[in-house]
């Protein structure tokens, strides 16, 4: 067996109009290992990885693909050339079955039924191979995010990849799911085969990964072992200066009680009730975190707070006045603002330019225009205010929003609800996909907001972000509040009570 | 699917595409007429000339175009919003009976500039008053508008007949339709337009709707991308669920975007009733309101491209009707097949040549 690199990239180059997004990059990915990609939000990852799975074609450069150089046009050559790529945002067909979607594309002849018993039968082995055990008949719907990804590693293993790409896999899942994962990761490479993993976070990128390169600002900026090498240097060489990890705070002083919800039951569209009359407080100047496993009721809590979701029963008031049938338009003008846990369903609208989103919700406020008219000058000046304070990249706010990067489309969303300055922030997920130094950013405004008097309530699949940031944790499990803990309560303690075992 | 998400600059976009795509249209349509045992190339110059050839061609040409962009605008106005208005038909038939109504109050009284004023209002009203039900049932009770729009064409059709037949019939006429406007009560021809081109417009009944017509199409540029209601309507339109986020009320948006679609497609009454025949007529609209919704398709939604489109298809119109006089074997229904091509390639084929314009596009910009 010559021991060429699984994947070889030489002088890649790839520029979209004025933004240079790869620049002449070399790399190596060894066969059989799990290779790491780190660097900051827009620094050219996902692009890269998209040239590789032949999503894009770069304008210079050559992949080589065990050894061999190959023209990658289009997905197709990618597949067959044993590349799988397991997307940011999944590319599952929502209403067919885990079966279908792993056969979608490779059905294997004109008559189905033919290709459906042979597909069950490898899905079956490929699931107790490396443990990836999802039902095959479910409807992709009906699963947890989780077990979704399951089905996109199965779909590209199907395709019989020897080389699979996951770009930030793990942003949506819990610990638990996310350690599945890793154990799934490492059997594929104990089999030979060659992973790609792209991650925000330094610490997976130590438990895992066996060598691991360095994104910056378009280019590649070194490749290390990961045994020789340690989360501050990885954070610098990312960043280009040393970053916090932790948050820095002093003590909350809260004051009078802001936000307040009392009794609140809210059901989903089929009647299950999701939150199950759970109350709580929160005040001028802290900062109250809900933490517990996705799919507890914390979304459902923060919609019906934020007015998208009328709750079945219950009180909600702001500053003393009922809020629970207030529709979004209203709370914004009491000074609720809202950062949503998805950015792609409801805090941006994709194929607006970037300022038609740095006022979605606030398009009506006078400043952004007189009467029926929007002032197009004053929301472009907003949003270039906006760019430069959060370091959006790139800093064009005629840019399509779609072409941001992950990262950058959350800074988008953050800036424009935390500089409204309201009385009282809702934060669902606020640093899902961004990079470890607008982390920083982000979580310091959050500190400012708490310590100019405001009160902020906070939800995050997170555990270390709920603990570093929160001056109270509630811990929710099906629907109800089970619990109160200070932020000094053990990792153990609390993740207990999210699995709902002790109190 | 692997080219979708790169980007073309504009003029391949918006200039070429869309050029080519017609350019196919028109060599499949020629493949067809050659079928049929005609020449291609003379059936094409028999439709230029009959359409550009002469002042009163030209005349007719931007006669149909008229009509086609108050339809064109109607649909696209209702599509930013996320509706497909499939009434604007009948909204344009309810919009005549508006125009009507003001030019037989007024003609008697008042010159045309007063009355055009009003006509225009009318028209829009009734136009829009034909939407609301259609808009109210989406808003509030979930109708799908696409049902509820062309039942109302239906309803709208019967019961113009039946005002024409038994209400606003001139007593003791056959005929089922108005008397004929006086003067103060019709849009004058737009000769002085044409003169300056040193064009003779002759009996074509190109009219001062032309005007009003671009006057909207540029309102409705100020609508949807100037203002607030703009805004909420593309909001909605992209993403229903960003809306609610945003605190967009979707019922009362969905409503307004649908009367100022039907108004739209109400003031295309204008051309025909006021601006040709003088009276109000049965079946007056003709179909313009479903070449709206191609003119609207091939014009991307935008009242730039839909003036362009409807020029394109008031082209078709014209020297279709003459290319069937003076080709008989090129029937009117050929003329529909033709418009039926341009419609597919222009229209719903529009990212055909996407994929192979990516590639040549990079191979280009690697050279
Ligand atoms: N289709 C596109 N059109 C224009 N610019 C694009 C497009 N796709 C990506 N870009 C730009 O290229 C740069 C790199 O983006 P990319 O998505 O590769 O970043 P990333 O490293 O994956 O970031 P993140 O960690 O935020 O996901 C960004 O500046 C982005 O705005
Ligand atoms: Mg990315």
């Known amino acids: 067996m010559s021991q060429h690199p699984a994947i070889e990239l030489v002088g890649i180059d790839k520029s979209f109009g004025a933004v240079h997004a790869n620049k002449n990059i070399n790399l190596k990915v060894e066969k059989g290992t799990i290779h790491g990609i780190i660097g900051e939000n827009g620094a050219g990852k996902s692009t890269l990885m998209s040239i590789i799975y032949g999503f894009y074609q770069a304008d210079r450069g050559e992949i080589r693909i065990d050894g061999k150089p190959l023209d990658i046009r289009d997905s197709q050559t990618a597949i067959a050339a044993g590349i799988g790529m397991v997307h940011q945002h999944f590319m599952l067909v929502e209403n067919f079955t885990v079966l279908e979607n792993v056969m979608l594309g490779a059905e294997g002849g004109q008559l189905l039924a033919k290709g459906v018993s042979g597909a069950r039968k490898e899905l079956k082995r490929l699931e107790t191979d490396y443990g990836l055990d999802v039902d095959p008949d479910a409807l992709i719907e009906d699963l947890p995010v989780g077990k979704q990804q399951r089905v996109e590693i199965l779909k590209a293993l199907y395709r019989s990849a020897d080389i699979l790409i996951l770009d930030e896999p793990t942003g949506v899942l819990t610990p638990a799911e996310a350690d599945h994962l890793f154990k799934v990761l ?56 040393r970053v916090l990890l932790r948050v820095e705070k002093g003590a909350a002083k809260p004051g009078k009680v802001l936000l307040s919800v009392k009794n609140l039951t809210v059901k989903d569209a089929r009647g299950v009730t999701m939150v199950d009359n759970v109350s709580f407080d929160v005040r001028e100047g802290e900062i109250v975190g809900i933490a517990g496993v996705a799919g507890n009721g914390q979304s459902e809590l923060l919609e019906a707070i934020a007015g998208i979701r009328k709750p079945a029963s219950g009180e909600i008031l702001l500053d003393g006045q009922p809020i629970a049938n207030a529709d979004p338009a209203r709370l914004r003008a009491l000074g609720l603002a809202h950062i949503p846990e998805d950015r792609h369903h409801m805090g941006l609208v994709l194929k607006f330019e970037e300022y038609e989103n740095s006022v979605l919700g606030y398009h009506r406020d006078p400043r952004y225009g007189r009467g029926a008219l929007l002032d197009l000058k004053a929301i472009q000046a907003d949003a270039v205010e906006k760019i430069e304070k959060y370091d959006i990249r790139p800093p064009n706010p005629r840019l399509k929003t779609a072409n941001f990067s992950g990262g950058n489309q959350q800074k988008i969303v953050v800036a424009r609800e935390i500089e409204r300055d309201p009385k009282a922030l809702i934060i669902g997920q606020p640093t899902r996909g961004v990079d470890i130094g607008a982390i920083e950013f982000i979580h310091r405004r959050i500190v400012e907001m708490r310590d100019a008097g405001k009160a902020l309530l906070l939800v995050s699949v997170e555990l270390d972000e709920i603990r570093s940031l929160s001056d109270r944790i509630l811990v929710m499990f099906a629907g109800k509040v089970v619990g109160e803990k200070t932020p000094d309560a053990g990792e153990q303690t609390l993740g207990l009570m999210m699995a709902g075992i002790a109190a | 699917m692997s080219t979708a998400s790169v980007p073309l600059p504009n003029w391949i976009t918006y200039g070429l595409m869309p050029l080519l795509n017609l350019l196919v249209a028109f060599f499949i349509s020629g493949l067809v007429v050659w079928w049929i045992g005609e020449d291609p190339l003379a059936a094409l110059k028999l439709l230029i000339e009959g359409s550009l050839g002469r002042g009163d061609a030209i005349g007719f040409t931007l006669f149909y175009a008229t009509s086609f962009i108050f339809t064109g605008l109607s649909v696209a106005v209702a599509f930013h919003a996320g509706l497909f208005n499939i009434g604007s038909e009948g909204q344009a038939y309810l919009g005549g009976l508006g125009a009507a109504l003001v030019a037989l109050a007024l003609d008697r009284y008042v010159p045309w500039y007063v009355t055009m004023p009003f006509a225009v209002i009318g028209a829009a009203l009734f136009g829009a008053a034909w939407a609301f039900i259609p808009a109210w049932l989406q808003a509030k009770r979930g109708s799908h508008v696409v049902i509820t729009t062309i039942m109302f064409n239906f309803i709208g059709a019967a019961l113009m007949v039946y005002l024409l037949v038994n209400v606003l019939i001139v007593p003791g006429k056959m005929a089922p339709e108005t008397r004929t406007f006086l003067p103060g009560g019709q849009l004058p021809k737009l000769d002085w337009l044409m003169a300056w081109f040193g064009l003779k417009l002759g009996p074509a009944p190109f009219n001062v709707s032309f005007l009003i017509a671009l006057v909207m199409a540029f309102l409705v540029w100020v609508l949807i991308w100037r203002t607030k209601l703009g805004y909420e309507m593309r909001t909605l339109g992209i993403s229903p669920s960003a809306a609610i986020y945003a605190g967009i009320p979707y019922g009362r948006t969905v409503i307004i975007a649908m009367l100022i679609s039907g108004g739209l497609a109400g003031m295309m009454a204008l051309n025909p009733v006021m601006g040709a025949s003088a009276r109000l007529q049965v079946e007056f609209v003709g179909g313009a309101g479903f070449v709206g919704i191609a003119v609207s398709l091939m014009g991307r939604s935008h009242p730039l491209g839909i003036v362009l489109a409807a020029l394109l298809f008031g082209i078709l119109y014209q020297g279709g009707a003459d290319l069937s006089f003076e080709m008989p074997n090129i029937t009117r229904e050929m003329i529909v097949v033709i418009q039926g091509l341009v419609i597919l390639f222009a229209g719903a084929l529009e990212y055909m040549f996407r994929p192979a314009m990516v590639h040549l596009y990079q191979r280009l910009k690697r050279a």
């Open chain 1, 186 to 241: 490492k059997v594929l490479r104990d089999q030979g085969k060659t992973v790609i993993l792209i991650t925000h976070k330094l610490r997976e990128i130590m438990a895992i990964t066996d060598e691991v390169s360095v994104m910056r600002r378009g280019e590649m900026v070194a490749t290390r072992k990961t045994a020789e090498t340690t989360v501050e240097e990885l954070a610098e060489l990312m960043v280009g200066r």
